[in-house]
């Protein structure tokens, strides 16, 4: 250990002459711990968030999304589900038609989204394991079913029941006659059987139902089109140079991985998680203002020390290094030690569930401790713990030693 090291750790360890300075050097102590541990909590816990978000909505998502740039239908013809057929990174595709409708259950009524889903993508993405009720089969002794969202379950106040089948009626639009109020034969009726409930998330729950693609394909008259193609990929790692390609080639075609579909949700998720961090960083640079000042402090106090160490022969390098080292001990300890409390703390929830949130769609707040969050933390922490050590050992010790 060379001579500012030993001095610098006596200045923090030993007993100092005056008390403010003792108290000052612990407010910074505490201040960066508070700081540093709190950041790494709350970032963690935005993390949480983000993941669940995407856990809701991105479980039955498909890698990417191809909707026409004109008009809402891709035909059956179309050279595109050529292109998709003969591409070796397709794992598989298939149709989806979205349409409005009206369905009814004795006296009830709702306007739903129905969602014609092709079977492969509907196991794939495993839609069964979301029931509340039911087989989540697509038909049942032959016949058509439809699963419905949680709350239009509420709404039409349909009960299930596996020892007796319940009917719906859906009334759509005909493609293929006039619309006409006078024209009764514009608004076609189908009969499914009610197959059971999901829960998904809540805009899904609340204004959706799914049918298999077959089954839309009749209802609304589509002649094998579709609104929209979900897109399966083999590796997921070439999601973006896939998207690019087909963008290149397909110029007539929109194509949208998930995160581009739900945009806003992800856009204000992260929006929030950095304007919070931002803030704390403010408070953090703020906290090292105190180590500023305790280091100026211990400055002024030791000016007869400084004159020894002078006399015995110290240059000014070492002079400087002293306070310079001694405020890097109060920085670097106070933000490995909030480090450190802020992920035992993440871990604690993470194990025992500290943090309860009652009535919400998820039992207790989500924590997720990601490795790239604790380096940048460190870089933010080791950048101003230096410029809060080296200020003011290099404009107030040469102004000492010059007077």
């Known amino acids: 250990m060379n001579v500012s090291s030993f001095i610098a750790k006596r200045y923090l360890f030993a007993k100092k002459s005056r008390n403010i300075i003792n108290l000052i050097s612990l407010i910074s102590f505490i201040g960066i711990l508070v700081s540093t541990a709190s950041l790494v909590i709350i970032l963690s816990g935005f993390n949480g968030i983000q993941k669940y978000v995407e856990d809701v909505y991105g479980k039955f998502a498909a890698d990417l999304y191809v909707y026409p740039k004109t008009g809402k239908i891709i035909e059956e013809s179309n050279d595109i589900f050529k292109v998709l057929k003969n591409n070796k990174e397709v794992e598989f595709f298939g149709k989806v038609i979205e349409e409005t409708a009206l369905l009814k259950f004795e006296n009830k009524w709702a306007t739903v989204s129905i969602k014609g889903v092709d079977e492969r993508s509907y196991n794939k993405n495993k839609w069964g394991n979301n029931l509340l009720e039911g087989s989540g089969s697509f038909s049942k002794e032959g016949i058509p079913t439809i699963l419905l969202g949680y709350g239009i379950q509420n709404e039409l106040q349909i009960p299930y029941n596996t020892r007796f089948t319940n009917e719906i009626k859906i009334f759509s639009i005909s493609k293929k006659q006039k619309l006409k109020v006078q024209n009764k034969q514009s608004l076609q009726q189908n ?36 609104n929209h193609i979900e897109i399966f990929m083999k590796n997921k790692k070439l999601l973006q140079q896939f998207k690019e390609e087909l963008t290149m080639k397909n110029p007539n075609f929109l194509f949208k991985t998930h995160e581009e579909n739900n945009q806003l949700i992800y856009a204000a998720n992260d929006a929030e998680k950095w304007m919070v961090l931002a803030v704390l960083i403010f408070v953090l640079i703020l906290s090292s203002f105190t180590v500023i000042a305790s280091i100026t402090m211990l400055i002024i106090d030791k000016k007869k020390d400084i004159k020894s160490l002078i006399a015995l022969g110290s240059n000014t390098s070492t002079i400087k290094n002293i306070f310079f080292k001694e405020g890097l001990m109060i920085s670097y300890f106070g933000s490995i030690g909030g480090l450190l409390i802020g992920v035992l703390v993440c871990c604690l929830q993470i194990k025992f569930h500290l943090l309860k949130l009652d009535n919400a769609s998820i039992p207790y707040w989500p924590v997720l401790i990601k490795l790239e969050d604790i380096i940048m933390l460190l870089i933010i922490l080791f950048l101003t713990g230096l410029l809060a050590s080296f200020l003011p050992g290099k404009f107030l010790v040469k102004k000492l030693l010059k007077s």
């Open 191 to 226: 009969n499914l059987i009610f197959g059971g409930v999901y829960s998904i998330n809540p805009e899904l729950d609340q204004s959706s139902a799914i049918v298999s693609y077959s089954t839309a394909n009749k209802i609304f008259e589509r002649d094998n089109s579709s």
